[in-house]
């Protein structure tokens, strides 16, 4: 079972991070070992934690680390990666001066900038920028605005551990993101393709529908309309919304989502007939 392109790298594996939490030798182990009939082709980038690089010595897999601190860590991980011979495609940090959220992403931009100067960060290896799961208010989007001036990628905070964000929240972010010409990925919650409740009763959101909302709010339908295909929860709905959707351009904004399971989105894409 083959990848169709538009799928390629929509996920990383981030099987080492909560709530699954697997010893990453295991998660480097199972991503080195992943077919195509396993959905290898719909995986990019292994996710993993700053602290944890060590343990990813001799690993020839894609990176994306996860910095655990401030702006000031940001020339850390990536200089132990190239120490260890480690093939660092991206980095992640959040911001987390909710009082001054602009001037945390400033921060991080003049890290970047000194870690790219003195030659600790190719200028290939892409950097999301985590804003707070708060409503894209206006020191959210001024935030947002430094992230994109800079070139930079957003991470929009989707769940993961607990409930993922409300509709007209995670609208918001998409609409900013948008309206700034910045991509983004999505930070968790999206393991399925279509919206649905999960097992302890959180409300989560389907990859699909995101895609499908990302399109809606693109093309400049209004809050409402994208709405309804996020919230859309009918399977057969979904992949007709799909096939239908001129979803081209789509990934160029939403490049990703993180996953903690790489079975549960490529299973439910081959049960759509949208994998093959």
């Known amino acids: 079972m083959s990848t169709h392109p538009f799928w390629s790298a929509l996920v990383d594996d981030a099987a080492s991070l909560p709530p699954g939490g697997a010893p990453l030798p295991e998660a480097l182990a199972a991503h080195a070992a992943r077919t195509a009939d396993d959905g290898a082709g719909l995986v990019g980038t292994v996710v993993l934690r700053d602290t944890d690089l060590p343990l990813a010595r001799g690993s020839d897999a894609p990176l994306t680390v996860a910095v655990t601190g401030g702006a000031g860590q940001l020339a850390g991980p990536a200089g132990l990666a190239a120490r260890l011979g480690l093939r660092l495609v991206a980095l992640e940090i959040a911001l987390r001066d909710h009082d001054d959220l602009?001037?945390?992403?400033?921060?991080?931009?003049?890290?970047?900038?000194?870690?790219?100067?003195?030659?600790?960060?190719?200028?290939?290896?892409?950097?999301?920028v985590e804003l707070p799961a708060t409503p894209a208010d206006h020191a959210w989007r001024s935030a947002a605005e430094v992230?994109?001036?800079?070139?930079?990628?957003?991470?929009?905070?989707?769940?993961?551990?607990?409930?993922?964000?409300?509709?007209?929240?995670?609208?918001?972010?998409?609409?900013?993101?948008?309206?700034?010409?910045?991509?983004?990925?999505?930070?968790?919650?999206?393991?399925?393709?279509?919206?649905?409740?999960?097992?302890?009763?959180?409300?989560?959101h389907g990859?699909?529908?995101?895609?499908?909302?990302?399109?809606?709010?693109?093309d400049g339908t209004t809050t409402?309309?994208?709405?309804?295909?996020?919230?859309?929860?009918?399977?057969?709905?979904?992949?007709?919304a799909v096939r239908s959707a001129d979803l081209g351009g789509v990934r160029r904004w939403f490049t990703s989502f993180r996953s903690g399971s790489v079975a549960a989105p490529w299973d439910d894409l081959r049960a759509l007939g949208l994998a093959g």
């Open 102 to 128: 602009a001037g945390n992403a400033r921060r991080v931009v003049a890290a970047l900038d000194a870690a790219r100067a003195d030659g600790v960060l190719d200028d290939d290896v892409a950097v999301r």
């Open 147 to 204: 992230v994109a001036a800079a070139e930079l990628r957003l991470g929009l905070p989707t769940g993961g551990v607990g409930p993922g964000p409300a509709s007209d929240v995670l609208l918001g972010w998409i609409d900013a993101a948008l309206d700034l010409e910045t991509p983004f990925s999505c930070t968790g919650g999206l393991d399925r393709a279509v919206g649905h409740d999960a097992p302890d009763g959180d409300a989560r």
């Open 207 to 218: 990859f699909l529908n995101v895609l499908l909302a990302t399109r809606a709010l693109y």
């Open 224 to 240: 409402d309309q994208a709405r309804v295909l996020l919230e859309e929860r009918d399977p057969g709905a979904v992949v007709e």
